[in-house]
């Protein structure tokens, strides 16, 4: 982990963590020449020990815009870590809070994909969310994220 001032701590596994906020994220740049296309479970095993993307908010959808084209040239769909929950027949995050922010495409309405195929991607240029689909679509942006880790955490841990 390396120290952010305050007593937070992103993780230092030899992968670049951006802080924002209270929590850390990793953006996967790939190899440069390679074309980059991940399905759903593909972009969930490029996070070990952290979850795909969740946005809570509208400056949490503005940092990820903000913050992409310094990892990626031009527009990327960055899997969110979204999943239809069937006890209250709902999106949920993978850290099973509920999907409170939204920031659906104007027009988009709910899918034609059954509700336990369906996935959610965030263009990296505009910040608007598309229902996709977790089975077929392959998109070309991975985000990692995690909370930031507080001294006292990493000393209980460590023992």
């Not at 034609?112 to 077929?136: I, N, Q, Y």
């Not at 985000?143 to 023992?159: F, I, K, M, P, Y």
Request: with cysteine; hydrophobic share 30%; glycine share 6%.
């Amino acid at each position: 982990y390396f120290f952010l001032g305050g007593g937070s701590y992103c993780p230092s596994d030899g992968r670049t963590w951006v802080p924002f906020k209270d929590r850390c994220y990793h953006f996967v740049h790939g190899e440069e020449d390679k074309l980059k296309v991940y399905n759903f479970e593909s972009a969930k095993s490029l996070c070990p020990h952290s979850e795909l993307l969740s946005i809570q908010s509208a400056e949490e959808n503005d940092f990820v815009v903000k913050y992409s084209p310094e990892v990626w040239k031009g527009e990327v769909n960055v899997w969110l870590g979204m999943y239809y929950d069937t006890n209250s027949e709902g999106m949920m995050w993978f850290d099973e809070e509920p999907v409170k922010f939204t920031n659906w495409e104007p027009g988009s309405s709910p899918s034609d994909f059954v509700p336990m195929e369906t996935c959610v991607a965030v263009h990296s240029d505009t910040g608007k969310w598309e229902r996709v689909s977790c089975l077929d679509d392959l998109e070309n942006g991975v985000v990692c994220e995690t909370a930031q880790s507080t001294a006292s955490h990493l000393l209980r841990t460590r023992r």
